[in-house]
């Protein structure tokens, strides 16, 4: 099951899904780090959705997302996905892909590793754009 954690019960879920937030983190570029996205969680200016196994009971994986809001297009961004069996509960995206049609987003994107993107293919992701970039 998905579930969405509204900014004031962040804490509630933080010391269950901190080091799953790390854990995608360590495959950006270093634009953030934990603290940041625990800031941006509290403020509103992220979204945090965990993932509990039916059977377990226990939050098995977590999900960031952000809104960004174009002149032409409101798009629902996954920023960091992280946690036990994510081939098996990458699924679970669907329901956050409703979430975010019912706060009236067009689409869905993530930057991505490239096994990442060999995970959301089959659920209708492609290849839109690619980032390349140079540390100055």
């Keep these: 099951t998905a579930l969405i954690v509204p900014p004031e019960e962040i804490d509630t879920v933080w010391d269950k899904v901190s080091g799953y937030v790390r854990d995608a ?78 706060i009236g987003c067009d689409a869905m994107d993530s930057m991505c590793r490239d096994a990442f993107e060999k995970i959301l293919t089959p659920l209708g992701y492609s290849k839109q754009y690619i980032i390349v970039g140079k540390p100055l």
């Design 25 to 102: 983190l360590s495959h950006s570029q270093g634009e953030l780090e934990v603290r940041h996205v625990y800031s941006m969680l509290q403020s509103g200016g992220m979204m945090m959705w965990i993932i509990v196994d039916d059977d377990e009971g226990a939050i098995v994986a977590a999900v960031v997302v952000e809104i960004l809001s174009y002149p032409i297009k409101r798009v629902c961004r996954v920023v960091g996905l992280g946690g036990r069996g994510l081939n098996q509960r990458i699924h679970h995206l669907s329901e956050i892909e409703a979430w975010a049609k019912s």
